[in-house]
C-alpha cells in the first residue's frame, strides 16, 4: 500500500478537523448534542434526537479520546452519555427508547434490536475512555435485556417490540454485523460466560442462515472469543464474498478488514480509492458522523 502515509493523513485530518470539531460546536446547554443537522452543516436545535446519531456520538468522542487523549473530547462523550442514559434509559420496562425530544421527553418507544445493540457498543466504547461504572452498568443491563426479550428459542432475535416487549406487529431487520459487534465490545470489557455464549451462538446463527452477512468485519469482532474454529469458518465464509461493489464508509472498512484480517491484498487499495470517491461528500449528520468516524478510527488503528 505505497500510498497509505497520504490516506491516513487524509483520514485523520477529516476525523479531527472535519467530523469531530464540527460536533463540539453543536453541544446543548440543556443537555446532549442537538438533535439533527443537515449534511449541509445546518442544526435543527429542537429536533427530536433518535438513538442512532446518540449513541454514535458517545461512540465517536469516546474512541477520539482513546485515540488523541485530548480532554475535550472525553468531556463531549460524557456530556452526550449523562443525557442518553437520563433519558434514553426506560427505568419502567428497561431497555431503550428509539427518539426523545430536545427536552428528553419520549417520542418513539418502540424498543428496536438495533438501538439496543448501539447501545451496548456506545456505553462499552464509553467505558474504556473513562472506567466509568455505570456505563458498563447500563451496558450490561441492557445486554441482558436483549437475551431475554428480543432472542427466542432458537438463537434468533427480533427486530421490533413494544415498549414493554411485546410484538409489534411492525416489520424490522436484526443487523447482524451491529449486534455481532455490540457483543463483542462489551466482552472485551466484561468477558462474563453468558456473554461470551451468547456471541458464539449468534456468529454460529449468522454463519448458518444469513452468510450473505459474514465478513472480514465479523472476523475482527469474533476474534475476541479466541477460538479457532469460530475464526477459520468466518474466514471461509468471508473469502467467498468478496469486496464490496460501491464506495461508503461501511465499504471501506471493510476493504481494510479483508486486506489486515483475511490477506485479500488488493482490499487495501481499494480501500484508498473507494476514499479518494467518498471523501468530498462527507456530511456532518448524525448517521454519517458514526459511520465515518467509525472508518477513521479503524483505518489509523490498523496500522499500529
Excluded at 61 to 81: D, G, M, N, P, V
Excluded at 95 to 108: C, E, L, M, N, Q
Excluded at 203 to 219: D, G, I, N
Amino acid at each position: 500500500m505505497s500510498n497509505s502515509a497520504a490516506f491516513l493523513s487524509e483520514v485523520q485530518d477529516v476525523l479531527e478537523d472535519n467530523i469531530l470539531s464540527y460536533w463540539l460546536t453543536l453541544k446543548d446547554p440543556r443537555g446532549g448534542f442537538y438533535g439533527q443537522v443537515s449534511d449541509s452543516g445546518s442544526a435543527d436545535k429542537d429536533a427530536v434526537r433518535d438513538v442512532i446519531s446518540r449513541t454514535g456520538i458517545i461512540w465517536s468522542f469516546s474512541a477520539a479520546y482513546r485515540k488523541f487523549r485530548k480532554k475535550e473530547y472525553l468531556i463531549a462523550a460524557t456530556h452526550a452519555k449523562d443525557f442518553f442514559l437520563e433519558h434514553f434509559i426506560d427505568h419502567k420496562y428497561g431497555g431503550v427508547y428509539w427518539s426523545v425530544d430536545k427536552d428528553g421527553v419520549r417520542v418513539d418507544t418502540d424498543a428496536h434490536l438495533c438501538a439496543h445493540a448501539l447501545a451496548i457498543s456506545a456505553l462499552s466504547e464509553f467505558f474504556k475512555a473513562s472506567r466509568d461504572d455505570q456505563a458498563i452498568k447500563e451496558a450490561v443491563n441492557i445486554f441482558k435485556i436483549v437475551r431475554k426479550q428480543f432472542k427466542d428459542e432458537t438463537g434468533r432475535y427480533a427486530g421490533i417490540l413494544t415498549r414493554d416487549f411485546k410484538p409489534s406487529g411492525k416489520e424490522g431487520s436484526v443487523s447482524c454485523v451491529a449486534l455481532i459487534e455490540a457483543f463483542a465490545n462489551l466482552y472485551a470489557v466484561w468477558p462474563d460466560k453468558e456473554l461470551k455464549a451468547a456471541l458464539e451462538e449468534f456468529v454460529s446463527v449468522v454463519c448458518e442462515e444469513k452468510p450473505s452477512e459474514v465478513s472480514a468485519v465479523v472476523l475482527k469482532s469474533a476474534l475476541v472469543l479466541k477460538d479457532f474454529d469460530i475464526a477459520n469458518r468466518i474466514r471461509t465464509i468471508a473469502l467467498k464474498k468478496g469486496l464490496p461493489k460501491e464506495p461508503s464508509p461501511d465499504a471501506i472498512r471493510e476493504c481494510l478488514a479483508a486486506w489486515k484480517y483475511l490477506g485479500v491484498n488488493e482490499g487495501a487499495e481499494l480501500a484508498v480509492k473507494y476514499w479518494q470517491n467518498f471523501k468530498s461528500d462527507i456530511g456532518h449528520s448524525g448517521n454519517v458522523l458514526f459511520q465515518t468516524s467509525r472508518m477513521c478510527f479503524e483505518a489509523l488503528d490498523i496500522f499500529s
